[in-house]
């Protein structure tokens, strides 16, 4: 129905920076939030940054002054920017969208990205 597709990820080293990118796609749908979750082997699983469509943001304490979450609500696309990258931010970003279809503006629902891999070497 609605899918999504990150980009972005790779390797960098410490104290530098990438911008990951998350398109929506796959039908008329309307986009509530989307944002960005973290995971790693030995931790758990983290909300990184969250954004409604009305612009309002959240950050997990751990990127708070490094990490801007923004979107593009002509294009779906919601977008992490990392900056001051240390080894502890390696892992598997996965963004998702909290929307409806046009068709059942009743129901909405979570939909996930694959997931693309941060590495940040020391």
């Known amino acids: 129905q609605v899918q999504l597709v990150e980009s972005g990820g790779g390797l960098v080293q410490a104290g530098g920076s990438l911008r990951l990118s998350c398109a929506a796609s796959g039908g008329t749908f309307s986009i509530r939030a989307m944002g960005w979750y973290r995971q790693s082997p030995g931790k758990q699983r983290e909300l990184v940054a969250h954004?409604?469509?009305?612009?309002?943001?959240n950050y997990a304490d751990s990127v708070k002054g490094r990490f801007t979450i923004s979107m593009d609500n002509r294009k779906n696309t919601v977008f992490l920017q990392m900056n001051s990258l240390n080894p502890e931010d390696t892992a598997v970003y996965s963004c998702?969208?909290?929307?409806?279809?046009?068709?059942?503006?009743?129901?909405?629902?979570?939909?996930w990205g694959q997931g693309t891999q941060v590495t940040v070497s020391s």
């Open positions: 954004i409604s469509s009305g612009g309002s943001t």
């Open positions: 998702y969208a909290d929307a409806y279809l046009v068709t059942t503006p009743w129901s909405d629902f979570r939909s």
